[in-house]
């Protein structure tokens, strides 16, 4: 294999895998039930060192 068979690879199924990662990602944040997680770990900067 050389340089122009990865660059071909990359170009197409590349493409394909990071707008398929991006979209898990956009749903895993959205999803039900993750608001709660989501606060709270907006609020560790904010918690009181014991």
Known sequence: MDY???REFSDSWGL????ALFVGAI???FRPGSKKTADDSA???F???N
């Open 4 to 6: 122009n068979v990865f």
């Open 16 to 19: 394909v895998y990071l707008f």
């Open 27 to 29: 749903i895993f944040t």
């Open 43 to 45: 609020q560790i900067p």
């Open 47 to 49: 918690k009181e060192d």
